[in-house]
Each structure stands twice: as structure tokens, then as C-alpha cells.
């Protein structure tokens, strides 16, 4: 473990919250959508339960691109090179969306910033667990889901403050007559354009990642990075472990590395709690908010408060996850939040099934929130960001972020299908199922990786991966 004395942490902290950045804009991209609805809706004439799906998930079209390449560009050309690109497809697709007249164009345009957050999903924890010392890497991994959930508040109060009061009883017709169908949903977009080109310069300021550079034999120049985010003994001991942990091993590892013995069991375990992060069901609540809380008795002014209300509701228990990461541990985390989603969706169904509208489901939705934030939501990314050996760590995330979005996609594909299908209160019993399922997996499957260095992490993985197969083989 590296002493503090031996960090500039200024100079981390700046690193890392310019990577997280990357988190910012990836809330924002995919929230703003939500209060934006009902107003593109009436703008691009949408009745149908499946283009409306198809307008909220083809953004994810873009996240499954972004997070296909990302493994492949970070591995050949750096973990900040992407981000750079991630953000100049967010500043594109927020100018494009928000000027969009045509229906087309406007799925175009998210799938634009759909590539951004496939690639900054993937890259931004990645890059900031390589740039972080040991004992912190939890907090700083956790800081970019912090930037996420104030990107989504942000996106949740831009269109609260751009909405004009609508009509309790407004038609659709009289909808499409607002200003909010005309010209405001193009506002709550277009918003995003200023931090996206912010973020775009920023990245130019930041360094390459050290365990890349030394990935690519780049060694004095790792060495010279490690050398700014500590001493001169924190950079000669880093970069010692690092070069231990590539050993021998070909600089350029191919894609079937990641079903090597000792490496695929790490990868399948990745790209379950990948899809669990999604299919528990917290997303559905963010993009599909506006019809959760009108079944539930809300008029459309009363949603976009209660929209805001989750957001606010997920900052600040993002906030007490923080410091938890690192104290409590990953693993306890994951445990905590299936068992109290399962709880949760239980009682929202057995709500909607009883008739029981209004408050006692705003509540039990904002009591789901902040379960989500405080463990599934940080603790999967710092996860996903933290088990991978150094040598397949881009390749590995690329993998384990590809089923997350595959998965999203599902997810909110199928909800306004399911919602039908189902009934909002099936739904949920269904998501409930999800997370008893992911709480046995976590128990089963998932180590403590809390306070343990890259390095000494790998060797612990795949040592107890290789002993599992030594075990089958005895048995």
C-alpha cells in the first residue's frame, strides 16, 4: 500500500474528475430523454408502444458501437484518445438532436451520443483505476458514478426549469401546440453541448495512462506520468508491480486471450454483473419515469418534479457511497442492494396490484433509487474496473461494457412491451425475480477486492480461478 506522503493528490483528483466528465455527459445523454418525451412524442407524431421504444433505446444502438471499438482503440491507441473521441460525438449528437426535424435524423443523432457513452462507459473507470493509488481506487472509480448521477440531475432539472406548465387534461393535440413540443424538447438536448465541449478541452490537459504506456513499452514515458501523480519511490515501486504483471506476455494480446483458462472465468463473472447493473431495473425508472408516475396518478407537471425528486434522491445517497466503497467493501455492497431491490419491487408490484397510487409508490420508487445508488450503481463500475489483468484490461471492459449495453437495450426495449404485456405491476415482480437472482450469484461468485493493488488483484483472480479448474479436474 502506497503512503500518502507519496501522492500528489491534487493532481489525481484533477485526472480523475476530467475522466469523470466522461460519467457527466453520459447521465445527462441518457436521462434528458425522459422529461423530453412527452414533447418529441407529440412533435414526431409517436403512438405506437414500439417506435416509442425505439426512440428511447436507439440511443443504445450507439452504446453497443461505441463499447465494440473501445476495446480495440484503447488497446492500440490509449485510454485517452477515445475519451477525446467520446467527447466530440457528445457535442455532435447534442447539436444534431436538438436541431432534428425529422424523425430519422433525431435517432441518428442518439445513436451519435449513444458511440459517446458506449465509449466513455467503457473508459473513463477504466482510466481512473490505472491512474489510482491502491487504498483510494474505490472512491475515485465511484467519483465518475458521482459525475453520472449529477449529469442526470442536471438533465432532470434543465427540463424541469425549460418546460412550460402544460394542461392537467392536455390532448396530445394540444401538446404538439405547446412550446414545449415545437421548441422546448430542443433546448433540454441541445443543453448538453456546453459541458460536452468543456470536457473535449479538458481532455487535452490530462496524461495517458501509465499501465497503457507501459502495456505498449512506452516505459520512460510511464515512468514520467508516474512520477507526477507521486514520488519518485511511488513511481519506481508502481511501475515495478506493473511490469511484473505483464511479464513475458505479447504486447498485443488477442481478442481470444480473454478465454484463456485463467482469464475467462473473470470475464464471465465481468459480464454478469454487467447485465444484472442493468436488468435490475433502475433504468427503467429514469427513461420510462414519465409513464411509471402517470399510472401511478401524476399529471405531466407533477412527473417532471417527481423526476427531479429521484435525481436528488440518487445524488445524495451516490454521496454516502463514496467513502462505503473502500469501507464496507464491494462485495457486501452488491449483496446489499440486490437483497433491498428485491424487497422494494416487490412491494411497488404488490402497490399496483392493490390500487394504491400517488405518494406510496413515489416513495417505494425513491427508496429504490437510493438502494441502487448507494450499491449496484458505483460498486459494478468499480468493479468491471478493477478485476481485469493489466495485459486484456481494455479488451476485458470493452467485453463485460458491450453485454451491459446489450442488455440496456433489452431492457428498454421491452419495457413498453412488457408494461403491456405484464402490467406495471408483473413488471416489477419480474425485476424482483432479477435481483434475488443476482443476489445468489453475487454470494456464490463475486471476491473482495477492496484495498488490493491491480497487480496483486490479477494474481489473486486468476490463482483462484486456476485452483476452480484444478478442483473440477480432481473431482
Known sequence: MKNNAMLNMPYVWMICLVAACGGLLFGYD???IGGAKPFYEAYFHITDPAMSGWAMSSALVGCILGALVSGWLSDRYGRRLPLIIAAVAFTLSAIGTGLANEFDWFVFWR????????LASALAPVYIAEISPAEKRGRFVAVNQLTIVIGVLAAQLVNLMIAEPVASAATQAEILQSWNAQIGWR?????EGIPAFLFLLLMFVVPESPRWLAKANRYPQAEKV???????????????????????????VPFSALWQPKVRPIVVMGVILAVFQQWCGINVIFNYAQE??????????????????????????????????????RRRLMQYGAAGLTIIYVLIGAAYSFGIMGLPVLLLVLVAIAIYAVTLAPVTWVL???????RVRGSAMATCTLALWVACFVLTYTFPLLNVALGAAGSFFLYGAICLAGWAFVQLKVP????????????????????????????
Open 384 to 390: 468491471l474496473s478493477e478485476i481485469f489483468p493489466n
Open 226 to 252: 508516474l512520477r507526477r501523480i507521486g514520488s519518485e519511490q511511488y513511481a519506481q515501486m508502481t511501475l515495478a508491480d506493473i511490469r511484473h504483471s505483464l511479464g513475458s506476455e505479447n504486447q498485443k
Open 292 to 329: 411509471i408516475f402517470a399510472s401511478a396518478g401524476f399529471d405531466i407537471n407533477d412527473t417532471l418534479k417527481s423526476i427531479v425528486a429521484t435525481g436528488l434522491i440518487n445524488l445524495i445517497f451516490t454521496l454516502l457511497a463514496l467513502p462505503l466503497v473502500d469501507r464496507i467493501g
Open 187 to 191: 433546448y433540454m438536448f441541445g443543453a
Open 111 to 118: 445513436i451519435v451520443g449513444g458511440v459517446g457513452i458506449g
Open 30 to 32: 441518457w436521462v434528458v
Open 448 to 475: 473482495e477486492t477492496k484495498g488490493v493493488s491491480l497487480e496483486a488483484l490479477e494474481q489473486q483472480l486468476s490463482q483462484t480461478a486456476a485452483e476452480r479448474k484444478a478442483a473440477k479436474v480432481t473431482a
